[in-house]
């Protein structure tokens, strides 16, 4: 099965930007899609969006739009999600998720990362 | 776009016990692609059940899922220890979870 392992913890001023990376072993990384989901402190889960990594096809959840740019590496693979114009409720732990694709859906994260913390803060 | 609504937002309950989770979609759903999942304290989530129906693997067989439509159901048969913890669906967005703790 699939492992993916998550950069570390950061430190962002507010207006500043974060990029999160997302290396997968184990199983051919672009035989499935990846999303980012993430987690404010006691909240629940939030979707953000998503990227086939064999055709580089991504899609982001409207609240995220404009904001947020998914890629992806297929020579390291590895997974990056970037988040721009950060705000003290961007403060979140950030995971990346493997599942399946079909029919504009992304489902059934099968496996996910240990998690990023981004600390947004002044 | 889909809104999930999981009830009840917590659920206490004994060990033994057996846990009844709701999640009601907004509008009909393909239950090929609804899952829930489960989430311990500190942890990432972990996929649970998969179309609906369908028991992940390594998910004990006490883990059930069921529903079509607009209203999914998950049962935990008979809580053990480790169950106790926060439970999601998902169908392109997640429900606001259900928190299953010891009574």
């Known amino acids: 099965q699939v492992q993916l392992l998550q950069s570390g913890a950061e430190v962002k001023k507010p207006g500043s930007s974060v990029k999160v990376s997302c290396k997968a072993s184990?199983?051919?990384?672009?035989?499935?899609?990846v999303s980012w989901v993430r987690q404010a402190p006691g909240q629940g889960l939030e979707w953000m969006g998503g990227?086939?990594?064999?055709?580089?096809?991504?899609d982001y959840a409207q609240n995220f739009q404009g904001r947020v740019t998914i890629s992806a590496d297929e020579s390291t693979s590895t997974a990056y999600m970037e988040l721009s114009s950060l705000r003290s409720e961007d403060t979140a732990v950030y995971f990346c998720a493997r599942g399946p694709y079909s029919s504009g859906r992304y489902y059934d994260f099968n496996s996910w990362g240990q998690g990023t913390l981004v600390t947004v803060s002044s | 776009d889909i809104v999930l609504t999981q009830s009840p937002g917590t659920l206490s309950l004994s060990p033994g016990e057996r846990a009844t989770l709701s999640c009601r979609a907004s509008?009909?759903?393909?239950?090929?692609?609804l899952g829930w999942y489960q989430q311990r304290p500190g942890q990432a989530p972990r996929l649970l059940i998969y179309?609906?129906?369908n028991r992940a693997s390594g998910v004990p067989d006490r883990f059930s899922g069921s529903g079509s439509g607009t209203d999914f159901t998950l049962t935990i048969s008979r809580l053990e220890p480790e169950d106790f913890a926060v439970y999601y669906c998902?169908?392109?967005?997640f429900g606001q979870g259900t928190k299953v703790e010891i009574k």
């Open positions: 509008q009909s759903v393909a239950s090929s692609f």
């Open positions: 990227i086939i990594p064999m055709f580089g096809v991504t």
């Open positions: 184990g199983d051919s990384f672009s035989s499935n899609a």
């Open positions: 998902h169908q392109e967005t």
């Open positions: 179309g609906a129906s």
